[in-house]
C-alpha cells in the first residue's frame, strides 16, 4: 500500500454525495477524483470499473448498495466523498454517509429530474441540517434540460435554490458552463477525459439568459446579508469574494442552495465542483459541537478540533478476504496516530490501530496519523462493530450513532443442503455485523429462522452475499404466521387416567372447567380443590397437563391462551396415583372440555401507518381493503396523508413491495403488533388443513411478532 499525505482540520471537506439510484454519484465521484490525480483512471459504472462501486453484488446488478469513501486533493484540501446508495432498499447506508458528513452534493438526473429517492435523502439531509450544493448531472444526454431540473427542484425540494452555473447547449450540444460569478464561459475539449476547457466571453446569444440568472443570484445572496443588501441597493458592485463569502454563511444557515451542472462521464464540471465544494463547503470546525457521553452520564461537546479528547464514531464495517473485518470511522475530536492504542467505549474494549488507513474506493493508503475531521479504515479490530465509539484510554468517550430504519420486509430462509444450519447462523450473523438493517433469528415457536431487511433487493442481495462468503445456498419462503386458539364459551369435563400393568397401576381423576379470559390475559390456573379428593402435591401435575396439551392446540395446532383453568374435583388412588398419572388426567380433562367450549383460531393483527401522497392515496385504501384491513383514519402528515389501519400480519407478506409499486416507491410504511382477534370462518379450513398436512412449525412459546 501507498503512504498518503495528512491534511489539517482546517483543509478538510466530508461531503456525501446523495441522490436517486441511477442519477450519477458514482460516476460524479469517479470524475472528481480522476480530475484531481488522486484516482489514475477513471472508471465506469458499466464496465464494473467505477471507484466506490467495487462489490461483486454491485458489479452484477449495475447499483451501489453500500457506503464507499473516496477522496481527492484539490486546492489544498482534501475533499472525503462519501458515496451513498440511491436505492431505498439501502437506505441505511445511505443514512451512515449522511451521519458522518459536514455537507451534500445532492446529484440530479438532467434528464428525470427529482425522483422519489432524490425526495427521500433530502428529508434526511435537512434532518442533520447539512450546507447542500445541489449538481444536475448528465447534461450530454438525450433530453436533458437544466430549466426543468431547477424549477422542478424549486417546486419539489426547496425554493431556497439557486444556479450559480448555467449550461452551455443541452444534450449532444451540451459543450460548456457559464461560471456567473466570473462571468466567463468554458468551452470544455471534446474528446478527452481530463476536464480541460478554455475560458472564454459569455456568448452573445446566451448574455440576455446569463444576466437574468446572475441578477437573480446576486439579489438572492445580497438578501441574506444585511451590509451585502445596503450595498446593492445602492448600486455598489459585489466582488465574487464578498458573494462567495456570503454564498457560505448562508448555506451554513440553511438559507441558499447553490446548484451546478456538468457531464461526469467526461470529467466535464468536476473541476468547477471541486473548487465550489473546498471553497464553499464548511471544514469540520465550521459545523455544530458533537455531542458525547462521558463518564457518569456526563455530555462533553466535541467541537472536531485535535485539541479535543480523542472521539470517532465507526459508520461502516466491511468484510475482506485474506484481510477480515474492516472498520471504517470518521473523527470528530482529537488525533490518532497509526499503532495507537484506543478505547472502545461502546463495548468498553481495548483496541490497537495497526495499519492506520484512509479509503480510496477499495484501495487503503497507509498514512501516520489523522487529525480531528478525517475519515479513516483500520483492520481487524477484535471487538468494534459499526455504531461504536473509539475514545482515548482513560477518557470514554460515547458518540450518538447511526439512527438504521428498521426492517420492514421478512422471509423465512433454510439451508437448501442439510446440515449448514450452523453454518447458515455464523453467516447470517456476520452479515447483520456488515449491515444493521439485516438481521435474522431462530423462531423457536415458528421453526423457521426469520431474516429481515428493508427490501426484496435488500433481503436478495444479502443472501448473495451469504453464498459468496460464506458458501452456504438458502431456499427462501414465506414466514409462518403465529395463530393462537381460544374459546368463546365455558366448559367442563372429567379427565381419567387408568392404566393396570402387571406391577403397580397408574391412576389420576381429574374435573377440569375452562373459561375464556378477556383477550391479551393469558393463561390461568385455579385450584379449587376441598376436602383432599385430590392431594395438594398432585395438583400442580394437572397444570401442567393443562398447559402441555394447550400448547399443542385444539383445532389446527396452534397455542392456546386467555382462558383460566380450574380443577374443582377429582379422586386418587394411595398406591397407583402419581405425577405422571394426573398430568394425563388434566390433558384429558382439558380436551374434553375444549370440545365444549367453542374453540376458535385467533390471527395476529397489525396496526399499520402508511404515509402517501395525495395522488396514490385510493390506490393505497383499496389494497388494504383487499387485504382484510380495516381503516381507522386519515390524516395530513407533512406533505402526505397518513393511512391508519388494522390488517391482519397474513395478508402483509411483501407488502411493502407492493405499496412501492402502487405509490412509485413514493409511499412508506410503519406496522406494529396490535392485537389478536378471531379468524373469519371461511378462512378456518385453510389453517386446519394446512395443519394435516404439517405446515407448521412446533407450538409454544410466547408471542414473537415480526414484519412479514
Known sequence: MASAPSFTTDRIRNVCVVGHGGSGKTTLVDACCYSSGTSKRQGSVDDGTALTMFTPEETGHGISMNVSVAHA?????????????????????????????????????????????????????????????????????????????????????TPKAIPVEVPIGTAEDFRGIVNLFSDKAHFYHENTQTGDYDEEDVPPELQAMVDRYYDE???????????????????????????????????LRGELYPVFCGAPTKTWGARALLSKLVELMPSPQERPAELAQGRNDTVVEIRNLNSDPFAALVFKTTSEPHVGELSF????????????????ATREKAEKLSHLSIPQGRERLEVEGLRAGDIGVVAKLKDTHTNDSLSAPGHPLVLAGVQFPEPDIAVAVEPATRGEEDKLAVGLHKLHEEDPCFSAEYNAELGQTIARGLGELHLEVQLERLKRKNGVEVVVKAPRIPYRETFRVGGEAQGKHKKQTGGR?????????????????????????????????????????????????????????????????GSYHTVDSSEQAFKMAGILAFHAAAEKAQPVILEPIMQVDVFTPDDFLGDVIGDLNQRRGHILGIEPAGRNQRVRALVPQSELYKYSTTLRSLSQGRATHTRTFHAYEEVPQHEVPKLVEAAKKGARGAGGGPLTPFAS
Not at 451513498?84 to 443514512?95: M, Q
Not at 435523502?121 to 448528465?138: D, G, K, N, T, Y
Not at 475530536?333 to 499503532?339: A, C, I, M
Open 73 to 157: 486533493a484539490w486546492m489544498d484540501s482534501k475533499i472525503n466523498f462519501i458515496d451513498t446508495p440511491g436505492y431505498l432498499d439501502f437506505l441505511g447506508e445511505t443514512r451512515a454517509g449522511i451521519r458522518v458528513a459536514d455537507g451534500a452534493l445532492v446529484c440530479l438526473s438532467a434528464v428525470n429530474g427529482v425522483e422519489v429517492g432524490t425526495e427521500r435523502v433530502w428529508e434526511l439531509v435537512q434532518e442533520r441540517s447539512l450546507p447542500a450544493i445541489l449538481f444536475v448531472s448528465m447534461m450530454d444526454r438525450q433530453n436533458a434540460d437544466f430549466e426543468r431540473v431547477y424549477q422542478d427542484v424549486r417546486e419539489h425540494l
Open 217 to 251: 443570484l446576486i439579489e438572492t445572496i445580497a438578501a441574506t446579508d444585511d451590509n451585502l443588501l445596503e450595498h446593492y441597493l445602492e448600486g455598489d458592485t459585489i466582488t465574487r469574494d464578498e458573494a462567495l463569502h456570503a454564498l457560505k454563511q448562508a448555506m
Open 329 to 344: 470511522f470518521r473523527i470528530f475530536g482529537g488525533s490518532v496516530n497509526n499503532g495507537a492504542e484506543v478505547f472502545n
Open 505 to 569: 397401576g397408574q391412576f389420576g381423576d381429574a374435573h377440569v372447567r375452562i373459561r375464556p379470559l378477556p383477550r391479551g390475559e393469558g393463561y390461568r390456573f385455579t385450584d379449587a380443590i376441598v376436602g383432599g379428593v385430590i392431594p395438594g402435591k398432585f395438583v400442580p401435575a394437572v397444570d401442567k397437563g393443562v398447559q402441555e396439551a394447550a400448547a399443542r392446540g385444539i383445532l389446527a395446532g396452534f397455542p392456546v391462551v386467555d382462558f383460566e383453568a380450574e380443577v374443582f374435583f
